[in-house]
């Protein structure tokens, strides 16, 4: 069983950057290909990013690209989302997620273990 804890949340101004990690307890994640989601007031959770077990393939989606990057530091048992130039519109508890799959696919189904989530506000 995995644990997972995600802590950097916190309020920012719009073009301001955010780190947030989350950090795996439990097991070593290293086997473990990662995602992080997100969920705005009122929506649905969308997907954010993800990272193969490796680290080696990484896929962010088009509304973050160029904005958002995802890494991991397996010796740390951690993931990262650094988030670059935020809007508002980017304001939502955002969720760590681990998957079984080395190379996961989008879908939040994939991934069977979630942290509880941190919060990003971007204030205009």
């Known amino acids: 069983q995995v644990q997972l804890v995600e802590s950097g949340g916190g309020l920012v101004q719009a073009g301001g950057s955010l780190r947030l990690s989350c950090s795996a307890s439990g097991r070593t994640i290293s086997s473990y290909g990662m995602g992080w989601f997100r969920q705005a007031s009122g929506k649905v959770r969308q997907f954010v990013a993800r990272?193969?077990?490796?680290?080696?393939?990484?896929y962010v989606d088009d509304y973050v690209k160029g904005r958002f990057t995802i890494s991991r530091d397996n010796a740390k048992n951690t993931v990262y989302l650094q988030m670059n130039s935020l809007r508002p519109e980017d304001t939502a508890v955002y969720y760590c997620a681990a998957s079984l799959t080395v190379v996961p696919s989008l879908r939040q189904g994939n991934y069977p273990y979630w942290g509880q989530g941190t919060q990003v506000t971007v204030s205009s």
């Open positions: 990272i193969s077990s490796s680290g080696g393939s990484t």
